[in-house]
C-alpha cells in the first residue's frame, strides 16, 4: 500500500512556474514508477510525465515536453514536477500516481493515486 500526497499547487501568472511535490508513505517507494497526471473538469485525466523507480526511464507527454521535468528522490520518498512556461490551458488538478512501471500514459495501469493539488494559470 502507498499513499500519496500532492502539493506545491497555487495561482500562478502565465508564463511562470511551479514545482510540485508528491511525498509518499511506505519502505517500497523506490520498486514503483511514479507518474504526473492532470485533470479539468469534464475530461479525462491526461498524462504528463513518468519516471522509472531508479529515475531511468523518463516519458514526457507531447504536450508537455520541453515544459516540464519530472525527478524523484528516493530518500526522501518524493517525486516532483516542475512546470516552466505555464499557460492558462495548463490549468488543472495535478495527481501523481504510482504504479509497476513508467512506460506507460495509462491512467488505469496505475494503482495508488493522491488527492490532487490545483494549478490555476492567469493570463
Known amino acids: 500500500q502507498v499513499q500519496l500526497v500532492e502539493s506545491g499547487g497555487g495561482l500562478v501568472q502565465a508564463g511562470g512556474s511551479l514545482r510540485l511535490s508528491c511525498a509518499a508513505s511506505?519502505?517500497?517507494?523506490?520498486?514503483?514508477?511514479m507518474a504526473w497526471f492532470r485533470q479539468v473538469p469534464g475530461k479525462d485525466r491526461e498524462f504528463v510525465a513518468s519516471?522509472?523507480?531508479?529515475?531511468?526511464?523518463?516519458y514526457y507527454s507531447t504536450s508537455m515536453k520541453g515544459r516540464c521535468t519530472i525527478s524523484r528522490d528516493n530518500a526522501k520518498n518524493t517525486v516532483y514536477l516542475r512546470v516552466y512556461s505555464l499557460k492558462p490551458e495548463d490549468t488543472a488538478v495535478y495527481y501523481c500516481?504510482?504504479?509497476?512501471?513508467?512506460?506507460?500514459?495509462?491512467?488505469?495501469?496505475?494503482?495508488?493515486w493522491g488527492q490532487g493539488t490545483q494549478v490555476t494559470v492567469s493570463s
Open positions: 500516481a504510482a504504479g509497476p512501471t513508467s512506460a506507460t500514459t495509462q491512467a488505469v495501469s496505475y494503482d495508488y
Open positions: 519516471i522509472g523507480g531508479s529515475g531511468a526511464g523518463t
Open positions: 511506505g519502505r517500497t517507494f523506490s520498486s514503483y514508477a
